[in-house]
């Protein structure tokens, strides 16, 4: 079966941010989330082999429809660091020079170009598997026989860079519940990094354990009386944001973005312009590295 691996562009730069945070070429330049960068998507490559690749990319919050939703979606996280920002351009010319595409769509999240691209891969005439490199939990909602997660940083073993979740199983024990109801568990206990309030005094486990005795939104607020107390209190209070909460936690599967997936080949790198860019950096591995799989060629 081909593979396809979808990049979850700005949680590989975060993450590869904070892991390096301190470190600088020779000319005291912010280098950290871009080699840090570089060396996922080597570890990419190396454990998937991937026959497609794609990069999908955030807009500016203020460029979301989510916003227009509820003003407050993700207007509590902090402005991008100044050492990021500095990186940006070269990440972006990095991608080029691995010759993976780049996605992004106006007003929407990276969620939901990955979500569509996945969509489209697992519906492709030819059996296809999906890889979604990620560190958001969000998306574990499009787990199914053919899109799988594999987690940021967290092997499954000493072999593995990621931590796959392929099943139902696998993100019952993430999240404790299903795919499928990851959207009405996040509708009640909302997502802080995200802004999505979900309702007052829910967390984590009350809203497992609500998600797995009632199933969805509509049969819990159907079933409102079997509650007491402050939590029934709440719920009915709160009925609103946890619809609206819902719908913020769900991603759009069917955007209108080109799925060509002869565009979306992994085939080889530019050599040229990867070695010029090591050179500005100052990676002295990935030149060498670099050097020795062009000989190959």
Do not use: W
């Amino acid at each position: 079966m081909k593979k396809a691996v979808i990049l979850d562009t700005s949680a590989i730069i975060y993450r590869s941010h904070f892991a390096l945070m301190g470190m600088r070429n020779s000319k005291g330049l912010p280098t950290g989330a871009t080699f840090g960068f570089i060396n996922t998507l080597e570890n990419v490559i190396k454990e998937f082999s991937p026959d497609y690749l794609v990069a999908c990319l955030d807009v500016k919050r203020e460029e979301l429809e989510r916003s227009d939703e509820l003003e407050t979606y993700k207007a509590n996280r902090e402005s991008m660091p100044e050492e990021i920002v500095a990186q940006l351009d070269i990440i972006m010319d990095i991608l080029d020079g691995y010759n993976i595409p780049k996605y992004k769509k106006r007003g929407q999240e990276a969620d939901d170009v990955i979500a569509t691209f996945a969509t489209h891969f697992s519906k492709d005439e030819e059996p296809i598997e999906t890889f979604i490199i990620t560190g958001d939990k969000d998306l574990a909602q499009l787990v199914n026989g053919k899109i799988n997660i594999a987690l940021l940083g967290k092997g499954n073993d000493k072999d593995s860079n990621f931590k796959y979740i392929r099943n139902d199983n696998d993100v019952v024990d993430y999240l404790g519940v299903t795919p499928d109801k990851i959207p009405d568990l996040f509708g009640l206990m909302g997502d802080k990094s995200d802004g999505i309030p979900g309702v007052t005094g829910i967390g984590p486990k009350n809203g497992v354990k609500l998600i797995t005795t009632y199933q969805n939104l509509e049969n819990l607020y159907k079933n409102i009386e079997d509650l007491k107390g402050k939590q029934k209190e709440n719920l009915i209070n709160d009925k609103e944001k946890a619809f609206l909460s819902r719908d913020l936690a769900t991603v759009k599967r069917e955007l209108e973005i080109e799925y060509d997936k002869n565009k979306l080949k992994f085939e080889t790198k530019n050599f040229e312009k990867l070695l010029e860019i090591y050179k500005k950096t100052e990676f002295k591995k990935f030149s060498a590295n670099l050097e020795e799989e062009r000989k190959k060629f």
